[in-house]
């Protein structure tokens, strides 16, 4: 069973279905590959991000999964998030095929506004397909109590996405296999090379 | 033990007794289900929440836990309490029975109110029961220390109760199995569908 | 091994050595027991504490362990201790031997007070001692850096002296016992009694 | 493959590339070492502390790792920064060598200073080494969010490189060996010497 919990996928976003669209958050987080095939020791490959998924409204209370966009917070991003102010805004660009032969093709904005009365904010997002000649636009807003729930959310992740809970895992493995002797960071010190 | 432990419920509520009632507040963690019978992998079945109990005063430093009355906060009721500024207020209704043949029957009504003076907060909780003709309401005054420690410990509790500390272990089980493979998540990029 | 670090007692202060006296702070974590001797279920015996404890300087970085004095904040008085602004104060009370036919011998009272110009606090115990006519007092003065120190590491410890990590924890083993049908707590809903 | 994991050094650092340098922090945790040789206590070796590392741009998008500096933030200084409002500045002073022979040899200054209309702030290191007659200096300008991003992170890690996540962890383990008798903690009680 421990090993079925291993391979298992858990789905576990933030929702939250408002009028025209619906949108959630969920954490993805880093991979890691062994620095070279001897070794043991492991960097990170691919760094985590939130991942914020928009899908339409075609109904009431009906939502379009197949027509969903995605949008892909970086940690620094998720730092500009969950430090915006009352009145603060957010943009971000992306274009997801960036620095491949396909970039320019597809772009990708996100908008995150205060609403006027500091009730809440809107959170947009814009992708423009310059191929298909298409643009679709999810607006989605957000109560304050929401946003809070984003926020905090968010904040509890970004350890995890920039993949320092193995760092602290790492730790305790260590210490399981030998109380007297860890931690081999101890070799890498202020004043080594 | 370890088997013990798996089984084992843990109680391990905070509470605060005060003249005309004692409150106490637990979080409730979602529950998992597969997604389909022959896969590993799970989705969040239900929610979690954060409990909140009142229980009235019968006397001098007497309560009646057999009167008591629940208010489970969801995640984005979690996040409008940790928003409050120190001057705000809350209010939540719920209908326990709502969209059943019962709906309407019984309403409770949670408000959170800043103390004058900002010294604290009173958190009351009224329970109406129409068939009943019966009214119940319960007064807690906290101080400023209780509802910080309300505030920190939802905040703490609010990641677990949408499921995302699972997310997050999940990654650390595939890791223990496969430590150059991992996070299946990988497959599921910005400009996947 | 993994049984060596089962039994083994981790200390790892937070410590600051100042002029006069020098000053720790650790967390001290609930104890369970069970509900009943054939019950599986465990609840919180005694909830935990932050225990700050002060100890003489006898000269040039010299401190006297031997004359060291606790005191006990409880979960509330953490709530208190992190809810401070820079100006604030707080103070606690405390009678080592309450409700014993010792009750008032001795008595503890904790200051914290902001100094002025908003450079930091002075932390300062008073032990008084009715019965040996005693009168101990230790004064330390905590820069801001480290009285944001305690701040993050006290709202780190909160969730955990009051066991709330416990209850996380024990649905992390449930699910790892049976993934497909988790978290008896489900059974105790907003309606039920 | 556990094993393989107890003995695997993982590298997780949050890093950002600038004009001039490229800037890292990464959380260096704390060993342990058991009290005497017959016990399987453990106390704190060496506290943990948040590495920063400086290295220079060498040409469009190069960067030479070979030159890199490191500075190792203690706890406390972990808190100056944490506890840095919008407009503040901290200053802190290492010497690598401090008591030993080769004191004074070399300096290590870090500046951290917020950019005129609070649009983020700089770090700078100089290190200045008295033998070689050299001085170098790392100026990274950090965005408000990358700035966000170290504060929420090194917050996070706080407790964690102080070794509380170790008292913690303790504590669970206790737990799993005897579910009713825990915490050998609580013989340390407020009134114990």
Partial sequence: SAKGISNARVFAPYTVYKGKAAFSVSPLLPTFSKIDSGSASL???RRGCMMLTFWPAVGERKYDWEKRQKFALSPTEVGSLISMGAHDGSEFFHDPSMKSSNAGQVS????????????????????TNNILKSNERFNV???????????TACSFALPHIIGWDWLINQSRN???????KVNPQLLDLEWDK
């Fill in 108 to 127: 990708k904005k996100l908008y995150i506004k205060a609403l006027d009365g500091g009730n809440g904010y809107m959170i947009s997002l814009t992708v």
């Fill in 174 to 180: 260590d210490m399981a296999g030998s109380p007297s």
């Fill in 141 to 151: 807003p957000l109560t304050t109590a929401e946003f809070a729930v984003l926020k």
């Fill in 43 to 45: 960097k990170v490959d």
